[in-house]
């Protein structure tokens, strides 16, 4: 504590003992040490924080490389879905017009010689 003699002065002018103002100087000491950060800590954490930080950063530019990389890879997918769908619409719309043909050639057919 910076002023601790004024401190204790201040207490016995207010009708301590100097026993009592000694005593209670360091319960506020401990106190002080033990629940206060010093201005070393406090840069210390600062430093800490900053360096945290700039990993944070790093971190979150790796992501957004990954994110544009994962973006590229699902245009491209799409694309390939796109191409499987038009090739199964061809497929299917080629077989349905030879199963009408074939419905069409069976019915008329049917129809010359039984009707």
């Known amino acids: 504590m910076k002023n601790a003699l004024e401190y204790s002065k201040m207490l016995e002018g207010a009708g301590l003992t100097?026993?009592?103002a000694e005593a209670h100087l360091k319960v506020m000491e401990q106190a002080m040490?033990?629940?206060m950060a010093s201005k070393r800590d406090v840069m210390d954490s600062k430093n800490e924080?900053?360096?945290d930080i700039t990993?944070?950063?790093g971190?979150?530019?790796e992501l957004r490389g990954e994110v544009v990389h994962l973006e590229a890879y699902m245009r491209s997918e799409f694309i390939s879905v796109?191409?499987?769908m038009e090739t199964l619409e061809y497929k299917i719309t080629t077989k349905l017009g030879v199963i009408?043909?074939?419905a069409m050639t069976g019915l008329a057919t049917f129809f010359k010689f039984f009707i």
């Open 18 to 20: 100097r026993a009592q």
């Open 82 to 84: 796109r191409k499987d």
């Open 59 to 61: 971190e979150i530019s």
């Open 49 to 51: 924080l900053k360096g």
């Open 55 to 57: 990993e944070l950063k």
């Open 100 to 102: 009408v043909t074939v």
């Open 33 to 35: 040490e033990e629940g």
